[in-house]
Protein backbone atom coordinates (compact mmCIF):
# COMPACT_ATOMS: atom_id res chain seq x y z
CA UNK A 1 0.00 0.00 0.00
CA UNK A 2 1.38 3.51 -1.16
CA UNK A 3 2.39 5.66 1.91
CA UNK A 4 -0.20 8.71 2.58
CA UNK A 5 0.04 11.43 5.20
CA UNK A 6 -3.25 11.65 6.92
CA UNK A 7 -4.15 13.95 9.77
CA UNK A 8 -6.98 12.74 12.43
CA UNK A 9 -8.92 14.83 14.43
CA UNK A 10 -8.04 16.38 17.86
CA UNK A 11 -10.59 14.68 19.46
CA UNK A 12 -10.02 11.26 17.90
CA UNK A 13 -9.04 8.90 20.65
CA UNK A 14 -5.54 6.79 20.38
CA UNK A 15 -5.10 3.54 23.06
CA UNK A 16 -4.14 0.64 23.38
CA UNK A 17 -5.15 -3.10 25.19
CA UNK A 18 -4.69 -5.27 27.20
CA UNK A 19 -6.66 -8.52 29.22
CA UNK A 20 -6.36 -9.60 32.58
CA UNK A 21 -5.40 -13.26 32.43
CA UNK A 22 -3.19 -12.13 29.47
CA UNK A 23 -0.71 -10.28 31.61
CA UNK A 24 -1.32 -10.19 35.57
CA UNK A 25 -0.12 -13.49 36.55
CA UNK A 26 -0.52 -13.73 40.07
CA UNK A 27 -2.91 -16.63 39.85
CA UNK A 28 -3.22 -17.77 43.78
CA UNK A 29 -2.52 -14.37 45.22
CA UNK A 30 -4.75 -11.29 46.34
CA UNK A 31 -7.48 -13.69 47.03
CA UNK A 32 -8.24 -14.65 43.45
CA UNK A 33 -9.98 -17.56 42.78
CA UNK A 34 -9.71 -19.95 39.74
CA UNK A 35 -10.97 -19.00 36.26
CA UNK A 36 -12.06 -21.29 33.45
CA UNK A 37 -8.91 -20.46 31.69
CA UNK A 38 -6.34 -21.48 35.10
CA UNK A 39 -8.65 -24.89 34.51
CA UNK A 40 -7.98 -25.30 30.78
CA UNK A 41 -4.77 -24.07 30.80
CA UNK A 42 -3.64 -26.76 33.38
CA UNK A 43 -5.13 -29.38 31.47
CA UNK A 44 -2.72 -31.42 29.68
CA UNK A 45 -3.19 -30.96 25.68
CA UNK A 46 -5.09 -27.43 25.94
CA UNK A 47 -2.25 -25.47 25.43
CA UNK A 48 0.69 -25.12 23.32
CA UNK A 49 3.69 -26.10 25.57
CA UNK A 50 1.26 -26.48 28.27
CA UNK A 51 1.51 -22.97 29.10
CA UNK A 52 -0.56 -21.37 31.77
CA UNK A 53 -1.11 -17.70 32.58
CA UNK A 54 0.13 -18.21 35.99
CA UNK A 55 2.46 -15.73 36.09
CA UNK A 56 2.36 -14.39 32.85
CA UNK A 57 3.73 -10.44 32.51
CA UNK A 58 3.40 -10.27 36.30
CA UNK A 59 1.79 -6.97 35.61
CA UNK A 60 -0.05 -7.65 39.28
CA UNK A 61 3.29 -6.13 40.54
CA UNK A 62 4.33 -4.30 37.97
CA UNK A 63 1.46 -2.14 37.00
CA UNK A 64 2.91 0.67 37.69
CA UNK A 65 5.76 0.21 35.07
CA UNK A 66 3.29 -0.81 32.66
CA UNK A 67 1.47 2.30 33.11
CA UNK A 68 4.57 4.36 33.16
CA UNK A 69 4.57 2.70 29.82
CA UNK A 70 0.91 4.16 29.07
CA UNK A 71 2.07 7.30 29.72
CA UNK A 72 5.60 7.25 27.56
CA UNK A 73 3.50 5.96 24.29
CA UNK A 74 1.66 8.88 24.59
CA UNK A 75 -1.76 7.11 25.02
CA UNK A 76 -4.96 8.97 25.26
CA UNK A 77 -6.81 5.86 26.79
CA UNK A 78 -5.72 2.62 27.85
CA UNK A 79 -8.41 -0.54 27.56
CA UNK A 80 -8.19 -3.24 30.21
CA UNK A 81 -10.11 -5.89 31.51
CA UNK A 82 -10.91 -6.57 35.56
CA UNK A 83 -10.56 -10.37 36.13
CA UNK A 84 -14.39 -11.18 37.85
CA UNK A 85 -12.38 -13.75 39.90
CA UNK A 86 -10.04 -11.74 41.31
CA UNK A 87 -12.67 -8.95 42.36
CA UNK A 88 -15.52 -12.32 43.40
CA UNK A 89 -13.59 -15.27 43.20
CA UNK A 90 -16.82 -17.13 43.25
CA UNK A 91 -18.48 -15.29 40.72
CA UNK A 92 -21.87 -15.11 43.97
CA UNK A 93 -21.26 -14.26 47.02
CA UNK A 94 -18.47 -12.09 48.74
CA UNK A 95 -16.58 -10.24 46.82
CA UNK A 96 -12.76 -9.83 47.36
CA UNK A 97 -11.45 -6.26 48.83
CA UNK A 98 -7.75 -6.66 47.61
CA UNK A 99 -8.88 -7.48 44.31
CA UNK A 100 -11.08 -4.45 43.99
CA UNK A 101 -8.22 -2.36 45.57
CA UNK A 102 -6.24 -3.39 42.90
CA UNK A 103 -8.15 -2.17 39.57
CA UNK A 104 -9.30 0.98 42.04
CA UNK A 105 -5.29 1.98 42.30
CA UNK A 106 -4.52 0.89 38.85
CA UNK A 107 -7.63 3.28 37.46
CA UNK A 108 -6.39 6.32 40.20
CA UNK A 109 -2.83 6.21 38.68
CA UNK A 110 -4.35 6.10 34.98
CA UNK A 111 -6.78 9.31 36.16
CA UNK A 112 -3.40 10.96 37.06
CA UNK A 113 -1.51 10.97 34.56
CA UNK A 114 -4.39 12.00 32.04
CA UNK A 115 -4.83 8.84 30.38
CA UNK A 116 -8.99 7.29 30.24
CA UNK A 117 -9.64 4.10 31.65
CA UNK A 118 -11.80 1.67 29.37
CA UNK A 119 -12.61 -1.01 31.44
CA UNK A 120 -13.32 -4.05 30.20
CA UNK A 121 -15.83 -6.48 32.57
CA UNK A 122 -15.72 -9.58 30.90
CA UNK A 123 -12.75 -10.71 28.75
CA UNK A 124 -12.73 -14.66 28.98
CA UNK A 125 -12.45 -15.46 32.44
CA UNK A 126 -15.26 -16.82 34.31
CA UNK A 127 -14.87 -17.43 37.90
CA UNK A 128 -14.82 -21.19 37.84
CA UNK A 129 -17.46 -21.99 39.88
CA UNK A 130 -19.50 -20.56 37.77
CA UNK A 131 -19.04 -23.15 35.13
CA UNK A 132 -19.19 -26.05 37.52
CA UNK A 133 -22.84 -24.64 37.44
CA UNK A 134 -23.03 -24.82 34.08
CA UNK A 135 -21.23 -21.76 33.09
CA UNK A 136 -22.94 -19.44 30.01
CA UNK A 137 -24.38 -22.11 29.32
CA UNK A 138 -26.92 -21.30 32.54
CA UNK A 139 -28.96 -18.34 32.68
CA UNK A 140 -28.22 -17.24 35.91
CA UNK A 141 -24.97 -16.67 35.28
CA UNK A 142 -26.22 -13.33 33.19
CA UNK A 143 -27.84 -12.42 36.41
CA UNK A 144 -24.40 -13.13 38.48
CA UNK A 145 -22.76 -11.07 36.21
CA UNK A 146 -24.97 -8.08 36.72
CA UNK A 147 -24.91 -8.15 40.08
CA UNK A 148 -21.02 -8.63 39.87
CA UNK A 149 -21.25 -5.30 36.69
CA UNK A 150 -23.40 -2.99 39.31
CA UNK A 151 -20.75 -3.82 42.33
CA UNK A 152 -17.95 -2.47 39.79
CA UNK A 153 -19.73 0.50 39.07
CA UNK A 154 -20.44 1.30 42.94
CA UNK A 155 -16.58 0.60 43.32
CA UNK A 156 -15.08 2.38 40.45
CA UNK A 157 -17.70 4.88 39.41
CA UNK A 158 -17.13 7.78 36.78
CA UNK A 159 -13.47 6.87 37.04
CA UNK A 160 -13.98 4.78 34.60
CA UNK A 161 -14.23 6.75 30.79
CA UNK A 162 -16.26 3.53 28.94
CA UNK A 163 -17.48 0.52 30.62
CA UNK A 164 -16.91 -2.29 27.95
CA UNK A 165 -19.30 -5.34 29.47
CA UNK A 166 -18.20 -7.73 27.12
CA UNK A 167 -14.86 -8.86 25.16
CA UNK A 168 -15.99 -10.83 21.88
CA UNK A 169 -19.11 -13.09 23.59
CA UNK A 170 -18.40 -15.13 19.92
CA UNK A 171 -15.33 -16.17 21.14
CA UNK A 172 -16.22 -17.09 24.84
CA UNK A 173 -19.58 -19.28 23.52
CA UNK A 174 -18.27 -20.57 20.19
CA UNK A 175 -14.67 -21.43 21.01
CA UNK A 176 -15.65 -22.20 24.57
CA UNK A 177 -18.61 -23.93 23.81
CA UNK A 178 -18.86 -25.37 20.38
CA UNK A 179 -15.10 -26.60 19.19
CA UNK A 180 -13.52 -26.62 22.43
CA UNK A 181 -10.41 -24.59 21.80
CA UNK A 182 -10.84 -21.79 24.66
CA UNK A 183 -12.35 -22.72 28.06
CA UNK A 184 -13.87 -24.05 29.23
CA UNK A 185 -13.30 -26.24 26.17
CA UNK A 186 -16.71 -27.56 25.78
CA UNK A 187 -18.13 -29.28 22.21
CA UNK A 188 -21.95 -29.20 22.76
CA UNK A 189 -23.66 -27.35 19.79
CA UNK A 190 -26.74 -26.49 22.26
CA UNK A 191 -24.71 -25.04 24.73
CA UNK A 192 -23.28 -23.04 22.54
CA UNK A 193 -25.91 -21.39 21.40
CA UNK A 194 -27.11 -20.87 25.01
CA UNK A 195 -24.43 -19.08 25.69
CA UNK A 196 -24.67 -17.00 22.86
CA UNK A 197 -27.61 -15.99 24.03
CA UNK A 198 -27.05 -15.55 27.82
CA UNK A 199 -24.00 -13.36 27.09
CA UNK A 200 -26.33 -11.03 24.84
CA UNK A 201 -28.54 -11.05 28.28
CA UNK A 202 -25.40 -10.62 30.63
CA UNK A 203 -24.82 -7.29 28.29
CA UNK A 204 -28.14 -5.85 28.35
CA UNK A 205 -28.81 -6.51 31.99
CA UNK A 206 -24.86 -4.99 33.35
CA UNK A 207 -25.64 -1.83 31.09
CA UNK A 208 -29.00 -1.41 33.02
CA UNK A 209 -27.03 -2.00 36.18
CA UNK A 210 -24.52 0.35 35.67
CA UNK A 211 -26.77 2.98 34.32
CA UNK A 212 -28.40 2.69 37.74
CA UNK A 213 -25.61 3.03 39.51
CA UNK A 214 -23.71 6.01 37.66
CA UNK A 215 -26.75 7.68 35.82
CA UNK A 216 -27.39 8.22 31.76
CA UNK A 217 -23.40 10.24 32.13
CA UNK A 218 -22.14 6.30 32.26
CA UNK A 219 -20.54 6.03 28.55
CA UNK A 220 -21.24 2.10 28.03
CA UNK A 221 -19.61 -0.71 25.00
CA UNK A 222 -19.82 -3.60 24.11
CA UNK A 223 -16.41 -4.82 22.01
CA UNK A 224 -17.15 -7.23 19.16
CA UNK A 225 -15.24 -9.49 17.00
CA UNK A 226 -17.18 -8.59 13.49
CA UNK A 227 -16.47 -11.27 11.01
CA UNK A 228 -15.78 -9.89 7.28
CA UNK A 229 -17.04 -12.51 5.10
CA UNK A 230 -16.57 -12.72 1.04
CA UNK A 231 -17.94 -15.46 -1.21
CA UNK A 232 -15.36 -17.35 -3.15
CA UNK A 233 -17.49 -16.93 -6.20
CA UNK A 234 -19.40 -13.44 -5.83
CA UNK A 235 -21.86 -14.86 -8.78
CA UNK A 236 -23.03 -18.02 -6.75
CA UNK A 237 -25.88 -17.90 -5.60
CA UNK A 238 -25.01 -20.59 -3.16
CA UNK A 239 -21.59 -18.49 -2.09
CA UNK A 240 -23.48 -15.67 -1.36
CA UNK A 241 -26.15 -17.79 0.76
CA UNK A 242 -23.10 -19.17 2.86
CA UNK A 243 -21.81 -15.76 3.69
CA UNK A 244 -25.45 -15.49 4.93
CA UNK A 245 -25.52 -17.94 7.05
CA UNK A 246 -22.11 -17.07 8.31
CA UNK A 247 -22.90 -13.53 9.06
CA UNK A 248 -26.05 -14.72 10.89
CA UNK A 249 -23.69 -16.54 13.26
CA UNK A 250 -20.86 -14.74 13.56
CA UNK A 251 -22.18 -11.00 13.52
CA UNK A 252 -25.92 -10.51 13.55
CA UNK A 253 -26.83 -12.95 16.14
CA UNK A 254 -24.77 -9.80 18.50
CA UNK A 255 -25.50 -6.63 16.39
CA UNK A 256 -29.42 -7.79 16.16
CA UNK A 257 -30.48 -8.27 19.38
CA UNK A 258 -28.11 -5.31 21.21
CA UNK A 259 -28.77 -3.10 18.62
CA UNK A 260 -32.55 -4.30 16.92
CA UNK A 261 -34.27 -5.73 19.91
CA UNK A 262 -34.39 -9.06 18.09
CA UNK A 263 -32.94 -12.14 16.97
CA UNK A 264 -32.73 -12.80 13.12
CA UNK A 265 -35.06 -14.83 11.74
CA UNK A 266 -32.72 -16.63 9.62
CA UNK A 267 -30.76 -17.62 12.38
CA UNK A 268 -33.36 -19.12 14.19
CA UNK A 269 -34.07 -21.22 10.74
CA UNK A 270 -30.33 -22.39 9.93
CA UNK A 271 -30.12 -23.43 13.47
CA UNK A 272 -33.75 -25.30 14.36
CA UNK A 273 -32.22 -28.77 13.76
CA UNK A 274 -29.95 -27.78 16.88
CA UNK A 275 -32.25 -26.05 18.87
CA UNK A 276 -35.33 -24.28 19.47
CA UNK A 277 -33.93 -21.14 21.11
CA UNK A 278 -36.37 -21.80 23.69
CA UNK A 279 -34.20 -20.50 26.16
CA UNK A 280 -34.77 -16.88 24.71
CA UNK A 281 -37.41 -15.95 27.64
CA UNK A 282 -39.96 -13.27 27.21
CA UNK A 283 -38.95 -9.99 28.27
CA UNK A 284 -35.09 -10.88 27.27
CA UNK A 285 -34.93 -9.00 24.14
CA UNK A 286 -35.99 -5.59 25.86
CA UNK A 287 -33.79 -6.22 28.18
CA UNK A 288 -30.70 -6.68 25.96
CA UNK A 289 -31.42 -3.96 23.88
CA UNK A 290 -30.04 -1.01 25.36
CA UNK A 291 -28.44 2.01 24.24
CA UNK A 292 -24.78 1.88 23.26
CA UNK A 293 -22.29 5.12 23.40
CA UNK A 294 -19.83 3.01 21.54
CA UNK A 295 -19.55 0.33 19.53
CA UNK A 296 -16.28 -1.31 20.06
CA UNK A 297 -14.89 -3.29 16.98
CA UNK A 298 -11.98 -6.00 16.88
CA UNK A 299 -10.85 -6.35 13.13
CA UNK A 300 -7.67 -8.73 12.60
CA UNK A 301 -8.75 -10.57 9.34
CA UNK A 302 -10.98 -11.72 6.29
CA UNK A 303 -12.68 -14.89 5.73
CA UNK A 304 -13.44 -16.37 2.24
CA UNK A 305 -16.55 -19.07 2.16
CA UNK A 306 -18.36 -21.35 -0.22
CA UNK A 307 -21.22 -23.97 0.11
CA UNK A 308 -19.17 -27.26 0.52
CA UNK A 309 -20.57 -29.77 -2.19
CA UNK A 310 -19.64 -32.77 -0.80
CA UNK A 311 -16.55 -33.40 -2.44
CA UNK A 312 -13.31 -34.01 -0.34
CA UNK A 313 -12.48 -33.33 3.13
CA UNK A 314 -14.11 -30.34 4.40
CA UNK A 315 -11.91 -26.68 4.29
CA UNK A 316 -11.96 -25.05 7.39
CA UNK A 317 -9.13 -22.15 7.07
CA UNK A 318 -11.97 -20.03 9.30
CA UNK A 319 -8.43 -19.08 11.41
CA UNK A 320 -9.74 -20.34 15.11
CA UNK A 321 -7.30 -22.99 15.30
CA UNK A 322 -7.85 -27.05 14.06
CA UNK A 323 -10.70 -28.59 16.46
CA UNK A 324 -12.65 -32.05 15.91
CA UNK A 325 -15.65 -30.26 16.51
CA UNK A 326 -16.97 -26.77 14.45
CA UNK A 327 -17.64 -23.28 16.00
CA UNK A 328 -20.37 -22.98 13.59
CA UNK A 329 -23.10 -24.26 14.49
CA UNK A 330 -25.42 -26.13 12.29
CA UNK A 331 -24.00 -24.89 8.94
CA UNK A 332 -21.91 -28.25 7.75
CA UNK A 333 -22.41 -27.31 4.32
CA UNK A 334 -20.21 -24.21 4.63
CA UNK A 335 -16.66 -24.07 4.21
CA UNK A 336 -14.05 -21.84 4.65
CA UNK A 337 -11.46 -21.61 2.32
CA UNK A 338 -7.25 -20.97 2.67
CA UNK A 339 -6.78 -17.54 1.22
CA UNK A 340 -3.60 -16.17 -0.41
CA UNK A 341 -0.65 -14.30 1.91
CA UNK A 342 0.56 -12.62 3.52
CA UNK A 343 -0.24 -13.81 6.53
CA UNK A 344 0.96 -12.85 10.32
CA UNK A 345 1.98 -15.23 12.90
CA UNK A 346 -1.24 -16.65 13.27
CA UNK A 347 -1.79 -17.52 10.15
CA UNK A 348 -4.57 -14.83 9.40
CA UNK A 349 -4.42 -13.28 5.79
CA UNK A 350 -3.28 -9.27 6.31
CA UNK A 351 -6.32 -7.31 4.69
CA UNK A 352 -6.71 -3.59 5.84
CA UNK A 353 -9.08 -3.05 3.06
CA UNK A 354 -11.43 -5.25 5.13
CA UNK A 355 -11.50 -3.34 8.30
CA UNK A 356 -12.51 -0.44 5.92
CA UNK A 357 -15.30 -2.26 5.07
CA UNK A 358 -16.49 -3.61 7.95
CA UNK A 359 -16.62 0.06 9.27
CA UNK A 360 -18.53 1.10 6.75
CA UNK A 361 -21.04 -1.34 6.70
CA UNK A 362 -21.32 -1.23 10.10
CA UNK A 363 -22.06 2.42 9.59
CA UNK A 364 -24.69 1.64 6.70
CA UNK A 365 -26.13 -0.84 8.93
CA UNK A 366 -26.58 1.42 11.85
CA UNK A 367 -25.75 5.43 10.99
CA UNK A 368 -26.63 6.43 14.36
CA UNK A 369 -23.54 4.18 16.81
CA UNK A 370 -20.33 5.73 17.00
CA UNK A 371 -17.52 2.93 17.11
CA UNK A 372 -14.18 2.60 18.00
CA UNK A 373 -11.52 0.35 16.57
CA UNK A 374 -10.95 -1.51 20.10
CA UNK A 375 -8.55 -4.42 18.95
CA UNK A 376 -6.27 -4.25 15.91
CA UNK A 377 -2.79 -5.81 15.84
CA UNK A 378 -0.27 -8.98 14.71
CA UNK A 379 1.38 -11.39 15.78
CA UNK A 380 4.85 -11.69 14.56
CA UNK A 381 8.35 -13.33 15.30
CA UNK A 382 9.77 -11.05 16.83
CA UNK A 383 13.63 -10.88 18.09
CA UNK A 384 16.04 -9.19 20.42
CA UNK A 385 18.70 -7.78 17.35
CA UNK A 386 22.37 -6.92 18.41
CA UNK A 387 21.57 -3.06 18.98
CA UNK A 388 18.91 -4.48 22.10
CA UNK A 389 16.32 -3.23 20.02
CA UNK A 390 13.23 -5.52 18.35
CA UNK A 391 13.19 -4.13 14.83
CA UNK A 392 9.75 -5.45 13.52
CA UNK A 393 8.94 -3.35 10.24
CA UNK A 394 6.06 -5.89 9.16
CA UNK A 395 3.87 -4.98 11.92
CA UNK A 396 4.91 -1.16 11.52
CA UNK A 397 3.68 -2.19 8.19
CA UNK A 398 0.35 -3.69 9.74
CA UNK A 399 -0.29 -1.16 12.27
CA UNK A 400 0.45 1.98 9.16
CA UNK A 401 -1.78 0.32 7.08
CA UNK A 402 -4.44 -0.56 9.41
CA UNK A 403 -4.84 2.76 10.63
CA UNK A 404 -5.09 4.35 7.21
CA UNK A 405 -7.93 1.52 6.79
CA UNK A 406 -9.56 3.51 9.66
CA UNK A 407 -8.92 7.02 7.81
CA UNK A 408 -10.59 5.92 4.61
CA UNK A 409 -14.08 4.86 6.63
CA UNK A 410 -13.79 7.80 8.25
CA UNK A 411 -13.31 9.84 4.79
CA UNK A 412 -16.77 7.89 3.36
CA UNK A 413 -18.40 9.19 6.94
CA UNK A 414 -18.11 6.46 9.50
CA UNK A 415 -18.50 7.57 12.37
CA UNK A 416 -15.19 5.98 14.14
CA UNK A 417 -14.35 7.42 17.53
CA UNK A 418 -10.83 5.66 18.27
CA UNK A 419 -8.36 3.42 17.90
CA UNK A 420 -6.49 1.15 20.43
CA UNK A 421 -3.79 -1.27 19.12
CA UNK A 422 -3.35 -4.49 20.39
CA UNK A 423 -1.84 -5.40 22.40
CA UNK A 424 0.10 -3.34 24.90
CA UNK A 425 2.70 -6.36 25.81
CA UNK A 426 3.09 -9.64 24.62
CA UNK A 427 1.51 -11.98 26.59
CA UNK A 428 -0.27 -15.03 26.91
CA UNK A 429 -2.15 -15.49 23.98
CA UNK A 430 -4.82 -18.28 25.27
CA UNK A 431 -4.37 -21.54 23.49
CA UNK A 432 -1.19 -20.84 21.67
CA UNK A 433 0.50 -20.00 25.04
CA UNK A 434 3.91 -17.57 25.11
CA UNK A 435 4.48 -18.57 21.10
CA UNK A 436 2.31 -15.78 19.14
CA UNK A 437 3.77 -12.21 20.14
CA UNK A 438 1.63 -9.21 19.52
CA UNK A 439 2.92 -6.48 21.75
CA UNK A 440 4.16 -3.22 20.66
CA UNK A 441 6.23 -3.85 23.88
CA UNK A 442 8.53 -6.72 23.92
CA UNK A 443 8.27 -9.03 27.26
CA UNK A 444 11.54 -11.30 28.22
CA UNK A 445 9.36 -13.86 30.26
CA UNK A 446 12.25 -15.10 32.02
CA UNK A 447 13.40 -11.85 33.39
CA UNK A 448 9.92 -9.82 33.01
CA UNK A 449 11.95 -6.68 31.47
CA UNK A 450 9.95 -4.70 28.52
CA UNK A 451 11.73 -3.66 25.16
CA UNK A 452 9.91 -1.29 23.12
CA UNK A 453 9.98 -3.01 19.55
CA UNK A 454 10.23 -0.25 16.35
CA UNK A 455 6.10 -0.48 16.37
CA UNK A 456 5.98 1.37 20.23
CA UNK A 457 8.10 4.11 18.86
CA UNK A 458 5.85 4.51 15.52
CA UNK A 459 3.27 4.17 17.33
CA UNK A 460 4.18 7.14 20.06
CA UNK A 461 4.58 9.51 16.78
CA UNK A 462 0.95 8.75 15.91
CA UNK A 463 -0.65 8.86 19.41
CA UNK A 464 1.08 12.29 20.27
CA UNK A 465 1.05 13.75 16.77
CA UNK A 466 -2.44 12.52 15.03
CA UNK A 467 -0.55 12.04 12.13
CA UNK A 468 0.01 8.98 10.28
CA UNK A 469 3.90 8.70 10.20
CA UNK A 470 5.70 6.86 6.98
CA UNK A 471 6.31 3.07 7.55
CA UNK A 472 10.03 4.14 7.67
CA UNK A 473 9.55 6.83 10.44
CA UNK A 474 10.65 5.20 13.65
CA UNK A 475 12.83 7.17 15.82
CA UNK A 476 13.93 5.57 19.32
CA UNK A 477 15.13 9.00 20.12
CA UNK A 478 12.04 10.84 20.79
CA UNK A 479 11.11 8.77 24.02
Known sequence: ??????????SFVWGSATASYQIEGAADEGGRGPSIWDTFSHTPGKTLNGDTGDVADDHYHRWAEDVQHVVDLGLDAYRLSIAWPRVQPGGTGDFNPEGIAFYSTLIDALVEAGVKPVATLYHWDLPQELEDRGGWANRETAFAFAAYARRMAEELGDRVDVWTTLNEP??????GYGSGVHAPGRTEPVAALEAVHHLNLAHGLACREIRDVLGQQARLSVTLNLHVIRPEDPSSAEDQDAV???DALANRAFLAPMLDGVYPADLFADTAHVTDWSFVADGDLALINQP??????NYYSTVKVRRYRGDGERSENDGHGAAEASPWIGVDDVEFVEQPGPTTAMGWNIEPGGLTELLESVAATYPDQPMMVTENGAAFEDEVSADGRVHDPRRVAYLHDHV?????????????RGYFAWSLLDNFEWSFGYDRRFGIIRV???TQERTWKDSAHWYRTL????VLPAVSAVDPSAR
Open 1 to 10: MSETTRTFPD
Open 170 to 175: WCAAYL
Open 244 to 246: RRI
Open 292 to 297: LDVLGV
Open 404 to 416: EAVGRALDAGADV
Open 444 to 446: DYT
Open 463 to 466: CTTH
